[in-house]
């Protein structure tokens, strides 16, 4: 499987980061802003383009009108240079290219989604405020893109992975079943995040690989990792569920073998930097160990300490380089 669709909302970031949370009707000096491309997929997507740049990835997001200076920030910002501080800046390292001319315009529109983060020095929490004026990717934008894709891929039979981020339920429901009619050797990954959003539980039924996060199996009354797993497995025909819990790491469950492993970063002297993004680094680690037919055992471990690397450094550049690769 060389392919690799991804479908879902892409932000502009401005983090404030604050020296602690602010009360209510309070005011605050803030020590820094920085502001940068976010959104689950597109921060999945950044790692991917680190951790396999041979990977054929396509974006399928919507982006405000194709001249803005938002949307030439936006694309531009999946090539970017390494870090400053590169410990190899004489090496060379390839960064693989999406394509994004899947990618869906809102030419009335100037500003992208936006995301507003708080982002508090004393425990490393961060709290968003997102507003989005841009209308959602309609199931009939999809089949178009999909269609568009899929005549571009020569074998067919080589599969194409597509992984959605669980944003409206119902169209990308639509969306999965599209890809399942006219792509059957695809093999499909959803994002359950948001807490309490309905319609996830169904659209978790109908994929292979299920990604939960802990908000969202916490709002559900699930306590732990293994405890939502099981729980969710009962009501999905996936063949694989993931479930992040914070600094505890990672749980996966294999229904077929009935069996839940779970890892824990390894080290336990671990200076949180920059929490945003984790959840979607995990997702990329997973994807790419899964992609690339890593040995069983390891996938999970690697998605975890991926996740770990990233908590310990500002966004997402050179974060392949932090970690020995070899699984
Ligand atoms: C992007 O994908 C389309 C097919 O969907 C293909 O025609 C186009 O050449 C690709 N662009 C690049 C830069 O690879």
């Not at 009935?258 to 336990?268: E, G, I, Q, V």
């Amino acid at each position: 499987m060389k392919y690799l669709v991804l479908v879902g909302a892409c932000y502009l970031d401005t983090i404030l980061t604050v020296p602690h949370f602010p009360s209510e009707d309070t005011k605050l000096r803030a020590t820094s802003l920085t502001t940068r491309r976010g959104g689950n997929v597109p921060n999945t997507l950044e790692v991917l383009t680190q951790l396999a740049p041979s990977l054929q990835t396509h974006l399928i997001t919507v982006l405000p009108s194709r001249s803005s200076p938002a949307t030439t920030q936006i694309l531009s910002s999946f090539s970017h240079s390494p870090p400053p501080d590169d410990p190899s800046p004489g090496t060379p390292h390839r960064i693989g290219t999406p394509n994004f001319s899947h990618c869906l315009y809102r030419e009335a529109h100037t500003s992208p989604a936006s995301s507003y983060i708080i982002r508090s020095s004393a425990t490393g929490s961060r709290t968003i405020v997102n507003h989005n004026a841009l209308e959602e990717m309609t199931t009939r934008e999809f089949v178009h893109a999909a269609d568009g894709i899929l005549d571009g891929i020569e074998h067919k039979g080589d599969g194409v992975w597509w992984h959605f981020e669980g944003r409206i339920p119902e169209t990308t429901l639509s969306c999965v079943r599209h890809v399942r009619r006219v792509a059957p050797a695809s093999i499909v990954s959803v994002e359950v995040e948001k807490p309490l959003r309905d319609g996830l539980r169904e659209l978790a039924a109908e994929a292979d690989v299920v990604f939960y996060s802990r908000s969202w199996a916490e709002s559900q009354g699930y306590a732990n990792a293994e405890a939502c797993l099981r729980g969710e497995a009962a009501s999905s025909k996936a063949s694989l569920l993931l479930c992040t819990w914070g600094s505890h790491g990672a749980s996966a469950f294999s229904p077929s073998t009935n069996t839940c492993t779970t890892h824990a970063p390894s080290s336990d002297d671990i200076k949180v930097v920059d929490t945003i993004g984790a959840g979607d680094t995990f997702i990329a680690g997973m994807l790419y160990s899964l992609i690339c037919h890593t040995p069983q055992a390891a996938k999970l471990r690697f998605a975890v300490e991926l996740a770990t690397a990233k908590v310990q450094r500002e966004g997402f550049a050179g974060l392949s380089r932090s970690l020995d690769l070899e699984l």
